[in-house]
Nanobody, 115 residues
Framework: QVQLVESGGGLVQAGGSLRLSCAASGIRFSINVMGWYRQAPGKRRELVAGISSSGRTNYADSVKGRFTISRDNAKNTVYLQLNSLKPEDTAVYYC?????????WGQGTQVTVSS
């Protein structure tokens, strides 16, 4: 059974930084493409960043240059460094495989950016 546990969210002022972590179990983590997603109130969940098994990354245009995704295959953990945060980054952030395993969403971690 896949289990994804996100952590690291919080309340931060605009321009601040956070580092999110996601611990995965129940999957062959090292071979999977992993992604960070977010869902803001009233909006659809969207892919923010992805990282391949070899470390190749891609980002949504809205976060390019500000967010950095990374992974530690030895720890079955994927990270998202959020810098230069904006109020529009406020959302619940989730990790999952890419494409996502729809039955495996975790509880997410709330990121709130105040102006």
């Amino acid at each position: 059974q896949v289990q994804l546990v996100e952590s690291g969210g919080g309340l931060v002022q605009a321009g601040g930084s956070l580092r999110l972590s996601c611990a995965a179990s129940g999957i062959r983590f090292s071979i999977n493409v992993m992604g960070w997603y977010r869902q803001a109130p009233g909006k659809r969940r969207e892919l923010v960043a992805g990282i391949s098994s070899s470390g190749r990354t891609n980002y949504a245009d809205s976060v390019k240059g500000r967010f950095t995704i990374s992974r530690d295959n030895a720890k079955n953990t994927v990270y998202l460094q959020l810098n230069s945060l904006k109020p529009e980054d406020t959302a619940v952030y989730y990790c999952n495989k890419y494409p996502p395993d729809l039955g495996s969403w975790g509880q997410g971690t709330q990121v709130t950016v105040s102006s």
